[in-house]
């Protein structure tokens, strides 16, 4: 049985959907290991008094998270409750309470790499599936 042209068409955007998709699922997955791999390097372990992951070494996004969390806490325990931005400039905490904001800030930001690195990558399973789709529709016989 002869494939029409639209037959062929099908199967061509299931092809380029599907190779899209691999291309994001590797960005993704590449994206996710430099990211952990970066954090890793630097050496950083969860403070003891963490609510979660204490001692663990930060690699992932959930031991980003909670050491983040914790120098958010010290660092308004540092400034008596007050943010960098709170502070007068005078006051003696006020570089500690910055570098500690600047460090949450850099792990707030793993976390969303992490988060757009898995998204990325789930998104390229989806366009895989719907490539495989495309070109199996593609493949049918034409209807007569």
Known sequence: MATTSANRGIRVVGIIIAVLGVVFLVAGVVTYATVSSTLADQHITVSDDAAHFAGKDVKGPFTAYAQADIINKHALEIGGGKTYAELPQDDPNRDTVMTASFLQASLFTSVVAFGVAAFVSV??????????????????????
Request: glycine share 18%; net charge positive; proline share 5%.
């Open 123 to 144: 998104m390229g399973v989806v366009l895989m599936l719907l490539g495989w789709v495309l070109v199996r529709i593609g493949r049918a016989p034409a209807a007569g």
